[in-house]
């Protein structure tokens, strides 16, 4: 592959730079992506002006088995896409050959859930190394975010008492235990019942912000100004809170309610009550959790089973 575009590429390139002002990592991807583009017409003896659709399918392929990802091909398809646009509007080139070429899907990453013995360390965990209020409010937030598989807005939704306006609550007195009432995603409500655990983090913490909360604040969890906690300090005292229980990995709220749903499905296997508890509209997010399932059976087997060990 030539170390350096041709004359007509390098054109292009300006016309990137100082026209379209893209970011300088921009257009040394672009640029790369330029050159095998080139490296790939000279290999098969097309002039690039002539290149035909069937042509670029060609070359993607190419691409593909010498392992590039699909990020990486859609990148190429952009420079390429971009080359040939330019071209057409000063009559180079009679269509757009790359028009309609998509690349390949990514895979969708896994979400990341701690293992059961991380999540529920982190649950029980109380802060020591800091006042006593907080440190309770702390455990009450991780007990619900765990227990609950709640969303993180809907969590610092969370009001003490149910009110016509109110984005959720808790009802401790529910005869049939007690309950989180939560609007989610597309302002559809759901409830989910709240476990012994974080019913008596949250018994434990009321006393405390009958303290801390403005008289007028409705919010259940609340700052040490006495108004509603926000997702950022949310964010906050929960990494502390996992780093001070010992946790190998960094936390994020969303990470507990993976966990949730990933240990629920491992112990239950009904895809659909899960799906009702996290308030999922299609089953099909829901299933994303029986891959890392999956994942934890296959690590059994592996360090278990006879037959699947390595030396």
Not at 67 to 88: D, E, K, V
Not at 187 to 201: D, E, F, I, M, T
Not at 225 to 234: A, D, E, F, P
Not at 235 to 248: K, S
């Amino acid at each position: 592959m030539a170390t350096a575009p041709s004359a007509e590429v390098q054109a292009f390139l300006q016309h990137l730079t100082v026209s379209r002002r893209l970011a300088p990592r921009t257009v040394a991807m672009y640029t790369e992506a330029l050159l095998r583009l080139e490296a790939a017409a000279d290999a098969g003896a097309v002039e690039l002006r002539r290149a035909q659709t069937h042509h670029v399918r060609g070359w993607v392929a190419q691409l593909r088995t010498r392992g590039l990802g699909p990020r990486s091909i859609a990148i190429h398809l952009a420079a390429w896409r971009g080359l040939f646009r330019w071209w057409g509007h000063q009559g180079l080139v009679p269509a757009n050959p790359v028009d309609g070429i998509r690349p390949p899907k990514a895979a969708k990453p896994l979400p990341k859930a701690l293992s059961v013995q991380q999540a529920v360390a982190l649950a029980e965990h109380h802060n020591t190394r800091t006042d006593p209020a907080l440190a309770a409010r702390d455990h009450a937030i991780a007990e619900l975010l765990y227990g609950c598989g709640l969303r993180i807005a809907e969590l610092t939704g969370l009001d003490l008492h149910s009110r016509s306006e109110a984005l959720g609550w808790v009802d401790l007195e529910d005869p049939g235990g007690a309950t989180a009432h939560v609007l989610g995603k597309g302002s559809k409500r759901r409830s989910v019942p709240v476990g012994r655990a974080a019913l008596q983090a949250l018994r434990d913490w009321l006393p405390h912000r009958a303290l801390m909360a403005a008289a007028d604040e409705p919010a259940l969890f609340v700052s040490q100004r006495g108004t509603r906690l926000s997702v950022n300090q949310l964010r906050l005292r929960l990494q502390q809170l996992a780093q001070q229980a010992g946790l190998p990995t960094r936390v994020h709220p969303h990470m507990l309610r993976h966990s949730y749903a990933s240990h629920l499905l491992q112990s239950s296997g009904d895809l659909r009550a899960v799906q009702e508890l996290l308030g999922h509209a299609s089953i099909s997010s829901t299933q994303v959790y029986t891959r890392l399932d999956h994942q934890h059976l296959a690590k059994i087997y592996d360090a278990a089973h006879p037959r699947a060990r390595r030396k």
